[in-house]
Structure formats: C-alpha cells, structure tokens
C-alpha cells in the first residue's frame, strides 16, 4: 500500500464539509483540513475525522493554501478534494497500481457537476501528485504544477475516483458573486501569469456573469497562442468562444471560426453542437442537422447528453424548423425523459389530432 495524504482547505461550508469528509472516512487516507478562517462550525466538524487540522490565514491566493495544506502532510503522494466535492466511487487498489506505473504523473479524478438548468458537466481534474515534484501555482484556478520550472509538460492519467460537484448548483446571485470574486483575482494577477489559461479563466468569469463582449475579448486573447486540442481548457475555450459570439449576435464570424478549427475539435461533442447551433442560427439547416449527427457518435464531452439525448433533441428541433414533424417526433423520442423533448413530443402529438 502506498501512502497518501488527503489535503483540503474549507470555509465556512461545514454541512459540505462533513459530507465530504464522512464519504472518505473509511479510506486508508491520512487527512489534512486547513481553515481559512470559517466563522461557522467547520472546523468541529474538520475534528470529528482528524487531528490535523490547521489554519491559514488567507491572503487571497488559492495556491498558497493548498501548499500550506500540501506541507502539513507526512506522505509524499498527495490526493486533493474541494469541500463541494465528495467520492462516490473509489478503487484505492487500482490506484496504488497506477503510481506505481506512473511514479511522476498526475492523477485525474473525474468529476461530475450538476448545474441549476438542468446540465450536466464531467471533467477530468489534476489531483494526486507526488509533492517532491509537484507543487500549487496560481492564485485562482490554481493548477498543479511542476515544481522545477524547466519541465513544461508531464504525464496525467486518469484514476478510478469519482466525485459528485455541487459547486456549480447555485443560484444566479450565488454564482455571480464567486465569478466576480474570481475575476477581481485573475485581473490582479493578470500581469505575473498573461498566457493562455489566465486568459480563458478571466473569459469564463465573464461568461459566467453573462458579459459575452469581454468573454470573446479575453477568449481571443487566449486563443492567440501556440495551443494544443487536446488540452481540456483549451477545448472548453473554443466552445464557449462559439457561444459568446453568438450571444453577441456575431453568427457569421462564429461560423468562420469553427469552420477554421473544425479538423481539430470534431472529436468533441459540445464542439458539433456549437458548431451546429451556430448553423441553426445561419439558417444552414441540414449542415446543422449533420454536426448533431456526428455528435451521438462522439465519445468525449463535457456536458451530459451532448453526445445523446441533447443531439437529438436539436434534431427534433431542426426537422420542427424545416417542416418535417413526423421526422422531429422520432428524434424527440430518441430523447428519454429530457423535459424538453417531452413537452415538444406532447405539443407535435397534439397538433396532429
């Protein structure tokens, strides 16, 4: 069995904090929680699983935190959960085997996140590492790097941890308020880290808040680098770029985007139902119709359905539109229990009575 050491840093979410904790109680986990500066039980509740226990004063830097946590730790591998994160599904087994194959890589867990509108999102995420090599940087989105700057690439595999997310499962004003938190420290540290990532984070914050004028400002300056398709964050960057140009009524230019970046990203299914909202919004229909096509046979998403129950309900919405319902009732029902497939199957049945 190989050591690992469990590193968090709370505030002020105890009730998320227990359930966290009490779904890892029973892992050959030595856990350290670091504080800081709750004002309601969280750290009671941090003592019922340890006694490491610590705090932090908080200076407005993520990765200043978790390496404090990281330094409390007496084992080199390191496993990190945030408190809204809790397991649902862990092999530690396979996971000891997978260190020992991979002794100076990153671990992902995978992810899911609920949101309030009713998508699902799944990603993969750095969280074990080996601290002789690996440290936080970053004060916001902080990402696990290595410690010896000279080193711009290293392995990342994913491991059999998975976790439920309910950070994402707020309302408006709860989420405006974290994304305009996390954009006063992105544009403060704008200038120590302007490359890519800081610029698709301060986009996301925009795109969060529903400002798509600074999101496409700050996703073009991210996409005016050197980048990598298979980067997730740069995936992320491309699709939500094809939105934002469409919420700013900029259909055109969204169309010769991801026409130009199309060979790279047609693997991906939120990527072919950008591309295909954006040829709904040109009135190029069967273009459409074909991307939604691709994407039930695409394997990687990010959000739930992309690859199903949402590709054929905008289908059903394209065979609506160029006058075919008998065509958009099959898609509609290709669609499971979606709601909205099943108010526009109630609809079309009706309307043929």
Not at 206 to 212: K, R, W
Not at 291 to 302: L, N, P
Not at 315 to 328: C, D, F, H, R, T
């Amino acid at each position: 069995m190989i050591p690992i050491s469990l590193c968090m840093i709370t505030k002020n979410e105890s009730d998320k904090l227990d359930r966290c904790l009490a779904a890892v109680k029973d892992l050959p986990l030595e856990i350290i929680v670091v504080d800081t500066g709750s004002t309601d039980n969280s750290i009671e509740v941090a003592r019922k699983y340890t006694e490491h226990v610590y705090h932090f004063d908080w200076i407005s830097d993520f990765a200043a935190a978790r390496n404090f946590s990281v330094s409390k730790a007496t084992n080199d591998w390191i496993l990190v959960l945030d408190t809204d994160e809790y397991v649902t599904s862990v092999d530690m087994e396979a996971i000891y085997k997978l260190i020992d194959e991979n002794a100076t890589g990153v671990g992902c867990l995978i992810r899911t996140s609920p949101d309030t509108v009713g998508s699902v999102t799944v990603d993969h995420v750095e969280r074990l590492f080996n601290k002789k090599f690996y440290m936080y940087k970053r004060p916001i989105h902080e990402q696990v790097l290595p410690i010896d700057e000279t080193l711009t690439a290293f392995c990342s595999f994913d491991i059999p941890l998975y976790v439920d997310h309910d950070g994402y499962f707020s309302s408006k004003e709860e989420m405006d308020l974290k994304a305009k938190r996390n954009l006063d420290i992105l544009l403060a540290s704008e200038h120590d880290y302007p490359d890519s990532y800081t610029y698709f984070q301060i986009g996301q914050s925009y795109y969060i808040m529903g400002d798509y004028e600074n999101a496409c400002k700050y996703f073009e300056k991210g996409l005016n680098f050197d980048l990598s398709p298979e980067s997730e964050f740069v995936q992320l960057m491309i699709v939500h770029y094809g939105y934002s140009l469409l919420n700013t009524d900029r259909g055109e230019d969204a169309q010769l985007f991801l026409e130009q970046v199309y060979s790279y990203f047609d693997f991906l299914a939120d990527f072919l139902m950008v591309i295909g909202t954006v040829y709904i919004r040109n009135e190029h229909y069967m273009k459409a119709a074909l991307q939604f096509i691709k994407a039930t046979q695409a394997e990687k998403f990010f959000t739930l359905g992309t690859n199903s129950f949402r590709a054929y309900y905008h289908l059903g919405a394209v065979y609506e539109m160029i006058g075919q319902p008998e065509n958009a009732l099959l898609f509609y029902e290709k669609c499971g229990a979606y709601d909205l497939a099943q108010e526009r199957i109630k609809f079309l049945k009706e309307s043929q009575k």
